[in-house]
T-cell receptor, first 110, second 111 residues
Framework: DAGITQSPRYKITETGRQVTLMCHQT?????MFWYRQDLGHGLRLIYY???????DKGEVPDGYVVSRSKTENFPLTLESATRSQTSVYFC?????????FGPGTRLTVT | ELKVEQNPLFLSMQEGKNYTIYCNYS?????LYWYRQDPGKSLESLFV?????AVKQEGRLMASLDTKARLSTLHITAAVHDLSATYFC???????????FGTGTSLTVIP
């Protein structure tokens, strides 16, 4: 399917476990982003990537790791999940200005 | 610290009425975006405003941008139930690469 996909869509994990959220886009957009959405905070940028092998921190990067070995994939890893990382995570990409969002991953850390 | 403030945060309005949602931001930017989010869904792009004075309209929604006042408005004309959703503005400070979102306005249109 064309567009941007995320997997899994729902995930429950325990505190301290490592979790990886996947993001895949078929447009070959250079820029990709990871956001988290929490009530009262809107969306906050975690990390972004300008191209393969180029990543940079956003507003709330602590506790997260990203990589981008291929243009189309941008995985987000929580190295040791904490309850405060319970959130909805959105991946996005852009051809230049407007960002296009994936369907989201709802992550619960127990 | 960049701040993007939307008001109101919650809006309940009757069908057929008009209303405006405001988005104020604290830094210089010529680019502002409006998104819509339905419950449990992703964000859908509504408007892209790329210059001072830009005005875009789609159906019952019209968005405008005043970069000098650092203000964007989303005007709703003759609201219908289908417009019930959360609306976000986002300020772009680096050509699509650094979005800062407002906290959203939850709109409920009552029949």
């Amino acid at each position: 399917d064309a567009g941007i996909t995320q997997s899994p869509r729902y995930k429950i994990t325990e505190t301290g476990r490592q979790v990886t959220l996947m993001c895949h886009q078929t447009w070959s957009h250079s820029y990709m982003f990871w956001y988290r959405q929490d009530l009262g905070h809107g969306l906050r940028l975690i990390y972004y990537s300008a191209a393969a092998d180029i990543t940079d921190k956003g507003e709330v990067p602590d506790g997260y790791v990203v990589s981008r070995s291929k243009t189309e994939n941008f995985p987000l890893t929580l190295e040791s999940a904490t309850r405060s990382q319970t959130s909805v995570y959105f991946c996005a990409s852009t051809p230049g200005y407007e960002q296009y969002f994936g369907p989201g991953t709802r992550l619960t850390v127990t | 610290e960049l701040k993007v403030e939307q008001n109101p945060l919650f809006l309940s309005m009757q069908e057929g009425k008009n209303y405006t949602i405001y988005c104020n931001y604290s830094t210089t930017s010529d680019r502002l975006y409006w998104y819509r989010q339905d419950p449990g869904k992703s964000l859908e792009s509504l408007f892209v405003l790329l210059s001072n004075g830009a005005v875009k309209q789609e159906g019952r929604l019209m968005a405008s941008l005043d970069t000098k006042a650092r203000l964007s408005t989303l005007h709703i004309t003759a609201a219908v139930h289908d417009l019930s959703a959360t609306y976000f503005c986002a300020v772009d400070i680096r050509a699509g690469n650094q979005f800062y979102f407002g906290t959203g306005t939850s709109l409920t249109v009552i029949p």
